[in-house]
T-cell receptor
Framework: DAGVIQSPRHEVTEMGQEVTLRCKPISGHDYLFWYRQTMMRGLELLIYFNNNVPIDDSGMPEDRFSAKMPNASFSTLKIQPSEPRDSAVYFC??????????????FGEGSRLTVL | GENVEQHPSTLSVQEGDSAVIKCTYSDSASNYFPWYKQELGKRPQLIIDIRSNVGEKKDQRIAVTLNKTAKHFSLHITETQPEDSAVYFCAAESRGSQGNLIFGKGTKLSVKP
């Protein structure tokens, strides 16, 4: 397996524009997570899915953020409209199970977002 | 919910010395504590983990200890090498979030040759 695949790797956009980040989890993994990484706040969980169903979205900062998982092999994180404070590295991760079980997280390479 | 504190935020050691990173957690129900290493510009990767039924686990030059009574756990790296330079994240299982992981803010380790 090629691992978790994210695109784009880098995105530079202007404030107010829509941003869509994409993720392909490892085949067979039932859990998919979206994290945001900044210097100030570290790794923050935004949302996670189990079998394509959103389980916990309490980390999604505002209504400007939305995430979908239409099938087992694809997820998107959308920011509309984007703001400069959204600039961060966004990681997608997948796992076979939850923490405590078979819950090793496998991270993608991340999408570095810069909002000007 | 779970809260994980990690110290220090930066750590600089000479090659060959030992490095210790400490974390505390708040949820006494947590039973799983992994450590992830993130090299510059790369993805975080699991390097070692420990479950609450053991107090210590070793893997070559790295070891993790867990004190459930005090709710803290530590990462120990012996005989450090320049390739150990990275950001290290501790994490704790958050039972309140159905088994999700809560991460510490990370420790940037620099190993000077």
């Amino acid at each position: 397996d090629a691992g978790v695949i994210q695109s784009p790797r880098h995105e530079v956009t202007e404030m107010g524009q829509e941003v869509t980040l994409r993720c392909k989890p490892i085949s067979g993994h039932d859990y998919l997570f979206w994290y945001r990484q900044t210097m100030m706040r570290g790794l923050e969980l935004l949302i996670y899915f189990n079998n394509n169903v959103p389980i916990d979205d309490s980390g999604m900062p505002e209504d400007r953020f939305s995430a979908k998982m239409p099938n087992a092999s694809f997820s998107t994180l959308k920011i509309q409209p984007s703001e400069p404070r959204d600039s961060a590295v966004y990681f997608c991760a997948s796992s076979l199970g939850l923490a405590g079980g078979s819950g090793e997280l496998f991270f993608g390479e991340g999408s570095r977002l810069t909002v000007l | 919910g779970e809260n994980v504190e990690q110290h220090p935020s930066t750590l600089s050691v000479q090659e060959g010395d030992s490095a210790v990173i400490k974390c505390t957690y708040s949820d006494s129900a947590s039973n799983y504590f992994p450590w992830y290493k993130q090299e510059l510009g790369k993805r975080p990767q699991l390097i070692i983990d420990i479950r609450s039924n053991v107090g210590e686990k070793k893997d070559q030059r790295i070891a993790v200890t867990l004190n459930k009574t005090a709710k803290h756990f530590s990462l120990h790296i012996t005989e450090t090498q320049p390739e150990d330079s990275a950001v290290y994240f501790c994490a704790a299982e958050s039972r309140g979030s159905q088994g999700n992981l809560i991460f510490g803010k990370g420790t940037k380790l620099s190993v000077k040759p």
